[in-house]
């Protein structure tokens, strides 16, 4: 469990994080979610000791970070996937961070194996690509098997198979009783990872709840309706007392809040065929999107023709060259199933 009470954090004149209270509950996969500079990252930190609350409280299970004893037993982090020492292989990365955490040196080739990364184990890190060091810094969470897991952007890099990977592991570590907090900006792996969402905006708290209750509470739902008889449709509507019925662009008609149940049977009950009756909810990002919209720090510039105009523009002569691509990445086994616990797991 994680728990923040009041933290506050300040750079000069700039409130990064702004009296935040919340916990984070094991069991299940709790969302980070905020705009760019919204705070996220700072509180992150904070949790680990890396920053000092200006005010305020946070702790691991009780105890403050700087109290853990061999902390990546209690809580393991990604935060920066390339933290890494260069010239080090993965494996010696791995090794290093086991002997200063009194962790088996066993433990080293499961994780390099859970995360698909054993037949580069005695490459350095400085040759892995963008996907390869987070599967590093994934590794490194996972190593000292810990009841409480942080990440912060933990698909970077990744591909649609990795990505389907690392959701599976977390969802997994959440069964088992463990406490898993992730940041991330893709909305759609959001929801289809977290149970439970924090959200915050220029370090402010804005929701703490379930993610099917962030969606009811931040979207408008609705139920599509479409009939080669609209206006007799509208008029059956009318009758029943269903009055909040708006046309649409493509022809359609919405019913705000509606029963799409009702609107099927009173179709049927009136002999009107239909076409398109279905219920219609905001998606994650929407709902998102509607509760930051006052709390958003950076701003594209919205006039399409001044856009288009700044990125038609040539590139001035030396400039614009492609960037270089980086290494291809092996090619990984197949069995990237997460086993925490490992030889010296402790029978969670």
């Not at 994080?17 to 509950?25: G, I, K, Q």
Request: glycine share 10%; proline share 5%.
């Amino acid at each position: 469990m994680i728990e923040l009470e009041g933290l506050t954090k300040r750079y000069g004149d700039k409130l990064a994080v702004d009296r935040l209270t919340f916990t984070v509950r094991p069991g299940i996969v709790t969302g980070f979610l905020g705009p760019n500079g919204a705070g996220k990252s700072t509180t992150m930190r904070m949790v680990l000791g890396l920053d000092h609350p200006t005010t305020g409280d946070v702790r691991i299970e009780g105890r403050h970070y700087a109290d853990l004893r061999d902390p990546l037993t209690s809580i393991g982090a990604l935060l920066e996937a390339k933290a890494v020492h260069g010239g080090r292989s993965a494996y010696n990365h791995l090794l290093c961070l086991a002997q200063s955490n009194g962790i088996p040196r066993s433990r080293v080739p499961e994780v390099l194996d859970v995360v698909g990364l054993t037949s580069v184990a005695r490459k350095r890190a400085k040759g892995f690509s963008m996907g390869m060091g987070q599967r590093l810094g994934i590794a490194a969470a996972l190593l000292g098997d810990p009841r409480i897991l942080m990440f912060d952007e933990p698909v970077n890099g990744l591909d649609p198979e990795g990505i389907h990977w690392i959701r599976n592991v977390m969802k997994r570590l959440a069964a088992e009783g463990r406490t898993v907090f992730v940041s991330s900006h893709l909305m759609s792996e959001m929801a289809l990872t977290a149970d439970h969402l924090v959200v915050i905006g220029q370090g402010r708290l804005l929701a703490d709840t379930s993610m099917r209750e962030f969606i009811r509470q931040n979207s408008r739902s609705y139920v599509r309706v479409r009939a080669p008889e609209q206006e007799k449709l509208r008029d059956v509507l009318d009758s029943a007392g269903i009055a909040s019925v708006t046309p649409a662009q493509d022809g359609s008609i919405e019913v705000e809040d509606g029963d799409a149940a009702r609107i099927g049977e009173l179709a049927a009950e009136h002999r009107l065929v239909l076409h398109e009756l279905s219920p219609q909810q905001a998606s994650l990002e929407e709902a998102f999107m509607r509760l930051t919209a006052g709390a958003v720090e950076y701003h594209a510039h919205n006039d399409t023709q001044d856009a288009r105009a700044v990125l038609s523009k040539e590139p001035a002569a030396g400039h614009g060259s492609p960037e270089p691509q980086e290494p291809a990445a092996p090619a990984w086994g197949a069995d990237w199933r997460a086993r925490p616990g490992g030889k010296h797991g402790k029978g969670r």
